[in-house]
């Protein structure tokens, strides 16, 4: 059974204001749920079709049917679990590596992705402006499929962050007219900036970055669309790793 | 206005089974159906509540209003304006360049930004497996933000297509066990196979490929997935185009 007060507890978690509050997050379905516990996040508790396919003490555990379960999903189609974990505490951002930043990116799904591919390719500091969605929005966590546990996150104010780190790491940003990211040295340790959606990286990031940089367009048409945020991090962060 | 035969109509091209008996497809919003305009694509019907936007024949425009527009849209938050458009005539391959072929896509989205990916390599043919959800999907037309008129897409049996053309050109295909894709030589002419987003390329297909290609991992975890099928052909593209 799910009480009136867990229920009004997880509606309140779709919303960035009570997940900080409660310094909780939510997250559905088997394999997702599965990931996050393996990786040992703290589960606070768990709503399940089927007590059997979770390894948990039963004190955390609510055995629930169909109809609750699609009251409290986010999902159009609700699967056969939810939870509710505890937002881990973020680790100190250590600069002896590659950092990716993130310059108000705004899409849970792109969020997602680029989780997914810092897991990837072993980018373990990812660095979000205050204005980024928020990683543990349900959307992001269900696109990140468990990765989220493997990178570290910090919300910063981006600007005051990239002051102290000038002169101490290359600063990278992607633009539309920058250098070609082929001909760019690019090194193991630096931070690279990705930009919003529609507007790309605000003025006030762009007057700290160094090396502009672009991934250099093959088709000869004009009025072909910038590549999208995501694949474009894709190619980005490839580039940096196989130098 | 809209008319009952109209509506009818538009309803039934959410359905592949219907775009394929008509001809036709659905685009929807003011950016996306002007980019398809802009490419030559011909116009059957648009209905707009706004008729001062598009510069089109009085004959096939309708004006409606915001309830009639919200009745025949798929999207959630209808825009502007809903056109019907005549599907193209699919154009010859030919064999003189890089060539990307997919083996049962079925994610709109993937395959929408696949589209894009295309446009910007300067990939002038995509080949899908029959199995492959299909380009006039509404969602796929709005992912790929009127890219799809710069790419000439041909559904084939892809065992059939591939086992012709092996012998005239290097047949790459991507896996999470192949040989680095850094390491590999890649042509300027040849065709390159992405899998299905579940099972990645069908044991088919597989038996026709002569070049097993990896993009290497540099995160340490076993955990981590593997990369998503439209991220992974972002970066496939890019090594290609580079070298």
Not at 119 to 142: A, E, H, M, R
Not at 198 to 216: C, F, L, R, W, Y
Request: charged share 25%; hydrophobic share 40%.
């Amino acid at each position: 059974m799910v009480s009136k007060n867990q229920k009004k507890l997880i509606k309140s978690l779709y919303q960035k204001k009570y997940r900080k509050q409660h310094g909780l997050f939510v997250a559905e379905g088997k394999k997702v749920i599965k990931e996050l516990l393996e990786a040992g996040m703290k589960l606070h508790s768990l709503f399940t079709l089927d007590p059997n396919i979770f390894d948990i003490p039963t004190s955390c555990e609510y055995e629930i049917n169909k109809e609750e379960l699609k009251q409290i999903s986010f999902l159009t189609t609700p699967q056969v679990a939810l939870a509710i974990f505890y937002i881990p505490e973020t680790k100190k951002v250590t600069l002896d590596h590659l950092i990716l930043a993130l310059d108000d990116v705004r899409d849970p799904g792109n969020l997602g992705t680029i989780i997914r591919l810092c897991d990837w390719f072993g980018i373990k500091d990812l660095i979000c402006s205050d204005q980024t969605v928020d990683c543990y929005n349900p959307k992001v966590i269900q696109a990140t499929m468990g990765s989220i546990t493997r990178v570290n996150i910090s919300y910063v104010d981006l600007k005051e962050f990239l002051t102290d780190k000038v002169g101490v790491l290359k600063v990278f940003g992607t633009f539309m007219d920058g250098n070609s990211i082929y001909a760019e040295e690019l090194p193991e340790q630096a931070i690279v900036i990705m930009g919003n959606e529609a507007n790309g990286i605000s003025k006030d990031v762009q007057d700290i970055i160094e090396h502009q940089i672009t991934i250099p367009q093959f088709g000869a048409s004009k009025e072909t669309e910038s590549l999208n945020v995501a694949t474009a991090t894709a190619i980005v962060l490839n580039e940096f790793r196989r130098s």
